[in-house]
């Protein structure tokens, strides 16, 4: 759960994550859950949610801008080639 708390952009996972790090092993819920689960996080959120930067609590400014502008860069490239924000298995 470190992860969680150390970056800004993962929020929406936390209650999955929580119950996939119980202390109980008997009530951690199976992968197949946890698929259909985030499967279901996933559906709800908007490209733009899927296509943001995850941000460091303790990043300054100057990385923040830096990070910024690779990160746009990219983003604009992935949608002008129309990949998808969370590349899916070809069935």
Do not use: C
């Not at 733009?48 to 941000?55: C, D, E």
Request: aromatic residues 8%.
């Amino acid at each position: 759960m470190t992860i969680i708390k150390s970056k800004k952009g993962f929020e929406f996972l936390k209650a999955l994550v929580d119950d996939m790090v119980n202390d109980d092993p008997r009530k951690r819920p199976t992968m197949e859950v946890v698929v259909e689960r985030f499967e279901s996080i996933r559906q709800q959120l908007r490209t733009w949610k899927l296509r943001s930067r995850v941000i460091s609590q303790d990043e300054g400014p100057f990385e923040n801008l830096y990070h910024g502008v690779t990160h746009w860069s990219r983003r604009i490239g992935f949608i002008v080639k129309r990949a998808p924000a969370v590349p899916r298995l070809r069935d």
